[in-house]
């Protein structure tokens, strides 16, 4: 907005001062007739008035596997990192608490840069639910 005006201040102020002279006017103040300079009035290009984003190529299912397996390998309180398939359930396979659960899922989240609110938290009890999960977000990555 602040940039706008000063546009406009500009424009305006280049179209008042650079005005042509008419002929009688120049042979009465004896000057000889300024050529109009063509003033200078930014034109803004289609593109420039939109808001582009890049989106960024969703992610498949085999990445989401690798790095929750790698984050699940780390987790010390995983019994067998062996045990750690696309089946897996944290508490039946992994031997995970609830409490644990909980700390998975939030490091899921810190990994995917994602927000699970507790309601889907809730459903998340094992590897494939959480790659599906996060499959299906448009903003992780």
């Known amino acids: ?3 706008t005006a000063i546009v406009r201040s ?5 179209r008042t001062a650079v005005r042509p002279m008419t002929s009688a006017a120049a042979r009465r103040f004896a000057v000889a007739p300024v050529p109009r300079v063509a003033s200078f009035v930014p034109k803004t290009v289609a593109w420039q008035a939109v808001r582009c984003y890049a989106s960024g190529s969703s992610l498949d299912k085999v990445e989401v596997y690798e790095r929750i397996k790698q984050l699940l390998s780390g987790f010390d309180k995983v019994n067998d990192p062996s045990n750690i398939t ?3 359930h944290f508490a039946n396979d992994l031997g995970l608490d609830s409490l644990d659960t909980v700390e998975v899922v939030m490091a899921i989240e810190e990994e995917f840069s994602i927000e699970i609110p507790d309601k889907d938290a809730d459903t998340i009890h094992s590897v494939d639910k959480a790659v599906e999960y ?7 990555n």
């Not at 500009?10 to 280049?14: G, S």
């Not at 996060?134 to 992780?140: F, G, L, N």
């Open 1 to 3: 907005m602040f940039r």
């Open 10 to 14: 500009a424009a305006v102020a280049t």
């Open 86 to 88: 696309e089946s897996a």
């Open 134 to 140: 996060i499959v299906s977000q448009p903003d992780a």
